[in-house]
């Protein structure tokens, strides 16, 4: 007998309907002979719908003030659709619990709106799946030390079933979504992209971390460390499908790297919108001067990407970075304000109208080139590059938000990622 983890995106739980189809899905796992835990996420628009409540009481709901109360209010939606899940398997004739990720618990660290997981305790779910229950854990939060609810940030119900997989040692952690796996790039982008069969861990964590929406970050980091066995399928292929074509289906996120990635220099092309760049000009050119900067923005749990220090001209030089869009008045007000009269700088300018766009393939390491390539075809397009960043297995360059869709679909074509043979 296997144990598997299912977790189900908001539009897999986005109505009773599907909710109920999903209760189907689990209950074919199951009566297959699988130790059964599902984690699914709140309804689609319920957590949206939530904070925009809050929204309407008190507008400044950046505040720190309010971040608990709005772990509070977000965790509601997991516990709802994790609860009417339930109630769909015990329709369909099966035991069924749902847990809270505070009835275990599932125990974080105090950072509301972007807690991060510490423990798992697991004795509650083994004990159930022995009596012959399907298990149903919220997704997306958690409990601090101190009692409180906690979330994990934006796509955390990921994380939350990685997480538990991980702990429970599950045989397999499947994600089902509204795709039905990893594609080369967005096929709303580029519509020759092409689903792969599989993807090493860590080309997955670069695609993740660099804008791909497949997976969140965070639940990557966790299948890579523990080695879970993770899969990416669809959940809206129909729920009756023979369960070992199922099992097949998708992308296997593995971290064995076969002969067959070899063969691959470039994977896929990430990009996201969710960028500004921030310029701290006239620094002075001394040590500690980078830690005045981006300590200052760390300590405020802002989360920096992209670096550059252009060269010295007198003793001063202009200091740049990207943060999330959502930080970036944050960011902003903190230099303005605290930062910069200390540093000396001249001036905080901001781009908001900025983006990333990065090739990625673990091929890259044994290819030289590559990076030349993917300029050669951005200059051919006119397309500037404001900033670069590179490891052993990607490529980013930061370039004007109005040029990104030409960029992915070019770099696409470029690095025959359009070509027959490349994923499905």
Same mark, same amino acid.
């Given at each position: ?57 008190? =507008?400044?709901? /950046? $505040? *720190? #003030? ?11 939606? +997991?516990? &709802? !659709? ?104 967005? =096929?709303?982008? /580029? $519509? *020759? #992209? ?11 964590? +670069?695609? &993740? !971390? ?215």
């Amino acid at each position: 007998m296997s144990l598997i983890v299912h977790k189900y995106g908001g539009t897999s739980m986005g109505s009773t309907d599907r909710i109920a189809q999903v209760a189907k899905r689990v209950a074919k796992w199951f009566r297959a002979g699988h130790q059964m835990v599902v984690v699914p996420s709140a309804m689609s628009g319920e957590t949206n719908r939530l904070l925009a409540l809050a929204k309407e009481l008190a =507008p400044a709901t /950046v $505040s *720190e #003030a309010y971040h608990r109360e709005l772990d509070m209010l977000a965790a509601t939606g +997991e516990q &709802a !659709s994790s609860a009417l899940l339930a109630i769909a398997l015990q329709a369909e004739g099966l035991e069924s619990v749902s847990y809270a990720g505070w009835q275990l618990p599932i125990r974080t660290n105090n950072a509301y709106t972007k807690a991060r997981i510490e423990s798992i305790d697991d004795a509650r779910i083994r004990a159930d799946l022995d009596a012959g229950r399907v298990v149903i854990v919220t997704g997306f939060q958690g409990q601090d030390e101190q009692g409180n609810i906690t979330t994990l940030g934006r796509g955390g119900s990921d994380t939350s079933a990685v997480a538990v997989a991980a702990a429970m040692k599950a045989d397999e952690c499947l994600i089902y979504t509204d795709v039905d796996g990893v594609y080369t790039t967005d =096929p709303r982008v /580029v $519509s *020759e #992209a092409r689903r792969l069969h599989t993807v090493s861990f860590e080309e997955m964590l +670069e695609m &993740a !971390s660099l804008g791909s929406k497949v997976l969140q970050i965070r639940s990557v980091e966790f299948a890579g460390k523990y080695k879970v066995k993770l899969r990416v399928l669809s959940s809206f292929t129909p729920w009756d499908l023979d369960i070992d074509e199922e099992a097949r289906s998708g992308t296997l996120i593995t971290y064995e790297e076969d002969e067959n990635m070899e063969h691959a220099i470039v994977s896929g092309i990430a990009f996201t919108r969710d960028e500004t760049k921030i310029s701290v000009l006239g620094v002075p050119d001394k040590p500690g001067t980078a830690y005045q900067i981006l300590g200052a923005v760390a300590d405020a749990n802002i989360e920096i990407d992209m670096i550059i220090q252009n060269i010295s001209k007198d003793g001063l030089a202009d200091f740049s970075f990207t943060v999330g869009r959502g930080d970036y008045a944050r960011t902003l007000d903190l230099l303005q304000h605290q930062v910069l009269p200390k540093l000396g700088a001249q001036e905080v300018v901001g781009d908001t109208h900025i983006c990333k766009v990065s090739i990625v393939g673990i091929g890259m390491r044994s290819h030289v080139g590559v990076a030349s390539t993917m300029f050669r075809t951005l200059g051919a397009e006119g397309i500037n590059i404001q900033m670069i960043s590179t490891s052993e297995i990607k490529t980013s360059v930061v370039i004007d938000e109005k040029y990104m869709e030409l960029a992915v679909r070019t770099l696409h074509k470029a690095f025959g990622l359009d070509q027959v043979g490349t994923g499905a």
